[in-house]
């Protein structure tokens, strides 16, 4: 991904890179006859090629750019894995090189598959403990202030508002062109400490989005590794609390690939890591993901420790006092979570209550999060025979989720069809069918 940023910057294409790095082979005596496809390889499955050809690739790159760039500068370093412990001036490379090629729609960042295991934890460790950033101040390029970094968060605002109306599918490219050609080049820019911090609060906020659109589009790898650098950009800020949020999307992301013990650790992490730092909604927010994931691993008593504490705290939040990005924690939000907690643990009398109230505090929530309100009480309506209401229910949902592009939303959409039709084969169910097969393109399976 470095490699392939330089690349860009240096405005070579694959054949005349490898051009030249055969000619600087031949001025070192060596024969090389590398062509397009060996640049793309050492791009797409960042492999790092043999002998002293990768001090050969940083020498072309020097000498194109004008800059010495060493070999952690173009990640063809054998050594510690890019993102892992690196300083803050690799990180924030890592980041732009992230932006650039995403914004070049990059088929080997597109096929990325998210971490699992210690790797997917290394990142959330690093935020937790020291050594944290002393002073982030950089000294080259143009300078950077205060009206810059107030660019940065009007645009998170306004590219999160168009999410949760039109989906994370068609706001995606154009979130990503914004971090490309205006968040990058004041990152690495010149900057004061303070200002800097500012930046990276503001930056990181966009990078998280950015991995949300992600996550919405189905793109799970890309999601991850936005998630990993708004976590580096936020402990360079200093603000824990946003740090926290970062956590709270890898436990969500965590939740839906059905790593529901890592879902615990994360929110367990955030909890204390940012203890003292986190608003009310993002604690009300952890606890309610650690239900969903002590429910799905069976465990009753975890499940509703969790929705005590979640529930206890939710009274506590008070919506002008919320950083921006917890705006998502509506009146209803937590209510929703619980009755799908319930659901798996089949209490469905109690989740149908939640749902309900979710359901009726839906004035207060946005287009989004009025169709997972609605698809929950849907699904548990079928799960309790209740058909016609259910499938009543899941066509107010489908007139709230008209517009969107979202896999999320979409495979939410098709779980409620399905959950419908299993249990009748009435007209309203039918109806429901063929409606979602017209929205999604996903026709219901005979059974």
């Given at each position: 991904m470095?490699?392939d940023a330089?690349i860009?910057?240096?405005g070579?294409?694959h054949?005349?890179f490898?051009?030249?790095?055969?000619q600087?082979g031949?001025r070192?005596?060596?024969?090389l006859?590398?062509?397009h496809?060996?640049?793309?390889r050492w791009i797409r499955d960042?492999?790092?090629p043999?002998?002293?050809?990768?001090e050969l690739?940083?020498e072309?790159?020097?000498?194109?750019?004008?800059?010495?760039?060493?070999?952690?500068d173009?990640?063809?370093?054998?050594g510690v894995?890019?993102?892992?412990?690196?300083p803050?001036?690799?990180?924030?490379?890592?980041?732009t090189a992230?932006?650039?090629s995403?914004f070049?729609q990059?088929?080997a960042?597109?096929?990325?598959?998210p971490?699992?295991?210690?790797?997917?934890?290394?990142?959330v460790?690093?935020?937790e403990n020291?050594?944290?950033?002393l002073?982030?101040?950089?000294q080259a390029g143009d300078?950077v202030?205060?009206?810059?970094?107030?660019v940065?968060q009007?645009?998170?605002?306004?590219y999160?508002?168009m999410y949760?109306?039109?989906?994370?599918?068609?706001v995606r490219p154009r979130?990503?062109?914004f971090?490309?050609?205006?968040?990058a080049?004041l990152v690495?820019?010149?900057?004061?400490?303070p200002t800097?911090?500012d930046?990276?609060?503001?930056a990181?906020?966009?990078?998280?989005l950015?991995?949300i659109?992600?996550?919405?589009?189905d793109?799970?790898g890309?999601a991850q590794r936005y998630?990993f650098?708004a976590?580096?950009m936020?402990?360079?800020?200093g603000?824990q609390?946003?740090?926290g949020?970062?956590v709270?999307?890898?436990?969500n992301?965590a939740?839906y690939?059905?790593?529901?013990?890592q879902?615990i650790?994360?929110?367990?992490?955030?909890l204390?890591?940012?203890r003292?730092?986190l608003s009310?909604?993002?604690i009300t927010?952890?606890?309610?993901l650690q239900a969903k994931a002590y429910?799905?691993i069976g465990?009753r008593?975890?499940?509703?420790a969790?929705m005590?504490?979640a529930?206890?705290?939710?009274?506590?939040?008070?919506p002008?006092e919320?950083?921006?990005?917890t705006s998502y924690v509506?009146?209803?939000l937590v209510?929703t979570?619980h009755a799908?907690?319930?659901r798996?643990?089949?209490?469905?009398?109690?989740a149908?209550s939640?749902?309900?109230?979710?359901?009726?505090?839906a004035?207060?929530?946005h287009?989004?999060?009025r169709?997972?309100r609605?698809?929950t009480?849907?699904?548990?309506?079928?799960g309790q025979?209740?058909a016609e209401?259910?499938a009543?229910t899941?066509?107010?949902?489908?007139?709230?989720a008209?517009?969107?592009?979202s896999?999320?939303?979409?495979e939410r959409?098709?779980?409620v069809?399905?959950?419908v039709?299993?249990?009748?084969?009435g007209r309203?169910?039918?109806?429901l069918?063929?409606r979602?097969?017209d929205?999604?393109?996903?026709?219901?399976r005979?059974?």
């Amino acid at each position: 991904m470095l490699l392939d940023a330089l690349i860009d910057e240096a405005g070579m294409s694959h054949d005349g890179f490898a051009s030249r790095v055969n000619q600087a082979g031949c001025r070192h005596g060596l024969v090389l006859l590398y062509d397009h496809a060996s640049v793309r390889r050492w791009i797409r499955d960042a492999t790092v090629p043999r002998g002293r050809v990768p001090e050969l690739i940083c020498e072309v790159l020097s000498m194109r750019l004008g800059r010495t760039v060493t070999l952690p500068d173009a990640g063809l370093d054998r050594g510690v894995a890019e993102g892992d412990g690196t300083p803050l001036a690799k990180a924030v490379d890592a980041a732009t090189a992230l932006w650039r090629s995403d914004f070049k729609q990059a088929a080997a960042l597109r096929a990325a598959q998210p971490l699992q295991g210690p790797a997917a934890i290394a990142p959330v460790f690093e935020w937790e403990n020291p050594p944290d950033d002393l002073d982030v101040a950089r000294q080259a390029g143009d300078r950077v202030g205060a009206k810059q970094v107030r660019v940065l968060q009007a645009a998170r605002l306004r590219y999160e508002r168009m999410y949760r109306e039109a989906g994370g599918i068609p706001v995606r490219p154009r979130l990503v062109e914004f971090l490309a050609e205006h968040a990058a080049p004041l990152v690495r820019g010149a900057y004061d400490d303070p200002t800097g911090r500012d930046l990276y609060r503001a930056a990181g906020g966009l990078a998280a989005l950015a991995g949300i659109c992600a996550y919405d589009a189905d793109l799970q790898g890309i999601a991850q590794r936005y998630f990993f650098q708004a976590l580096r950009m936020a402990k360079a800020s200093g603000d824990q609390g946003f740090g926290g949020y970062v956590v709270a999307l890898l436990a969500n992301q965590a939740l839906y690939r059905g790593s529901n013990r890592q879902v615990i650790q994360y929110a367990e992490t955030a909890l204390r890591g940012a203890r003292g730092s986190l608003s009310p909604a993002l604690i009300t927010d952890l606890n309610a993901l650690q239900a969903k994931a002590y429910a799905r691993i069976g465990d009753r008593g975890g499940c509703h420790a969790s929705m005590s504490r979640a529930e206890d705290m939710s009274a506590r939040i008070r919506p002008a006092e919320e950083p921006p990005e917890t705006s998502y924690v509506q009146v209803g939000l937590v209510e929703t979570q619980h009755a799908d907690a319930l659901r798996t643990l089949g209490d469905l009398t109690a989740a149908r209550s939640y749902a309900q109230q979710s359901v009726d505090a839906a004035a207060h929530s946005h287009s989004r999060g009025r169709v997972h309100r609605l698809a929950t009480l849907a699904t548990i309506l079928a799960g309790q025979g209740e058909a016609e209401v259910a499938a009543e229910t899941a066509t107010v949902m489908l007139d709230q989720a008209a517009g969107m592009e979202s896999r999320r939303i979409q495979e939410r959409i098709v779980r409620v069809r399905d959950a419908v039709t299993g249990v009748s084969d009435g007209r309203a169910a039918t109806e429901l069918a063929e409606r979602v097969a017209d929205m999604t393109g996903v026709p219901l399976r005979h059974r």
